[in-house]
């Protein structure tokens, strides 16, 4: 008998094609509708445990024959969905506007990110003691970096210290620092900044920001980037690619660097200000540029309210970034060397333009 369920069971989808069939007996005659019912029964009433492999089974079968397998909608996570948009140079969807906590967290993941894509983010100004990166950043203004970097082992050379700065021949001066451009201008700033800090501090430099302020050619910003490089205290770089980057990425509406500062200042924790300004900065230099960003290529596009400012064809915009010694800037995880230079140090971005 079990062996007849089993072969019935085994048949069941029959029992459906002959559901006519079964009308049909029906019509018939009582005799053979009761053995129509008998064989049909035991498919409808036998246990789930002894009908459902089966039925499952030939339904599968059935399906895969008869209709072709329609493919579950695949479940993308938004962020990637929009990233795809991106690399496919396809605009990402309209800016909405976001909530107090949706924008710390998307400052915080753009911050994360930039971390990932310049893990080596560090002041590109050489400096060896706080006088001389004081020194460098201030000749740093609409220059290269790198200029500066090629210019201050003379100047260093032959005056080491605020005093022998200070009591220096302007003219000798301006002829080591003619290739940084404002050449006049500079020499005056580091000959009175090393007066400053030889009258008032001692010949030191201070680690207050109050104090730093008050030397002369020193602002907000030079003081931040002492203060954070040379003394380990957080602070905010509010330099023009900080400036333009954090108002496409609509983290503030300010246009003051004070105001600016203290904006992004409250997004986050203190601690992270200065990685946080070497991150901004370099991604300015290298990718997110003031006339042409490399959007196609930009690794928080997803993120970004002004993606397609910029050049968003990968091709094209690969073509736009500012390649420093060893690789691809927008390459993640690259190895540590990539970043370096034969000497082992960290290696200078080529034509980045500081600003003030
Ligand atoms: S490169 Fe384009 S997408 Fe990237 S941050 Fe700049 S504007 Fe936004």
Redesign the pocket.
């Known amino acids: 008998m079990a062996e007849k369920t089993a072969k019935k069971t085994a048949s069941a989808p029959k029992a459906a094609a002959s559901a006519k069939a079964a009308e049909s007996a029906e019509k018939a005659a009582p005799a053979k509708r009761a053995a129509s019912a008998k064989k049909a029964a035991p498919a409808r009433t036998a246990t789930p445990a002894e009908t459902a492999p089966a039925k499952t089974a030939t339904a599968r079968t059935t399906a895969a024959k008869t209709t072709p397998k329609k493919a579950a909608p695949k479940k993308v996570a938004p962020r990637k969905a929009a990233a795809g948009r991106?690399a496919a140079g396809k605009p990402v969807a309209a800016w909405k506007p976001e909530s107090r906590t949706a924008l710390v967290r998307r400052a915080r993941r753009i911050d994360r990110e930039l971390a990932e894509v310049y893990p080596y983010a560090h002041p590109e100004l050489d400096f060896e003691n706080p006088f001389q990166l004081l020194v460098a950043t201030v000749l740093s203004a609409q220059t290269t970096d790198l200029r500066v970097n090629q210019t201050t082992p003379t100047l260093f050379a032959k005056y080491p210290t605020p005093e022998e700065l200070a009591e220096a021949n302007p003219e000798e001066v301006e002829e080591i620092l003619r290739p940084c451009g404002f050449f006049r201008a500079k020499t005056k700033s580091v000959i009175g900044l090393s007066k400053g800090l030889v009258e008032s501090f001692g010949g030191e430099v201070p680690g207050r920001l109050e104090d730093l302020v008050k030397l002369p050619g020193v602002g907000r910003k030079t003081a931040f980037v002492v203060l954070g490089n040379a003394f380990g205290r957080p602070g905010i770089t509010v330099d023009t690619h900080f400036q333009r980057?954090v108002r496409?990425?609509r983290w503030t509406e300010e246009t003051e660097p004070d105001k600016i500062e203290a904006a992004v200042g409250a997004l986050f924790p203190k601690s992270e200000w200065t990685d946080l300004s070497h991150h901004v900065i370099w991604?300015g230099r290298r990718?997110?540029h003031a006339r042409k960003?490399?959007?196609g290529v930009?690794p928080?596009?997803p993120l970004?309210p002004?993606?397609?400012?910029?050049e968003t064809d990968p091709e094209k915009a690969k073509k736009l970034l500012k390649y420093e010694k060893g690789g691809f800037p927008g390459q993640r995880l690259k190895p540590p060397q990539a970043y370096l230079d034969a000497g082992g140090r960290p290696a200078p971005p080529l034509g980045a333009v500081s600003g003030t």
Do not use: T, V
């Open positions: 991106a980057l496409r990425w991604h990718m997110c960003p490399a959007c930009c928080i596009a970004c002004a993606y397609g400012e910029g």
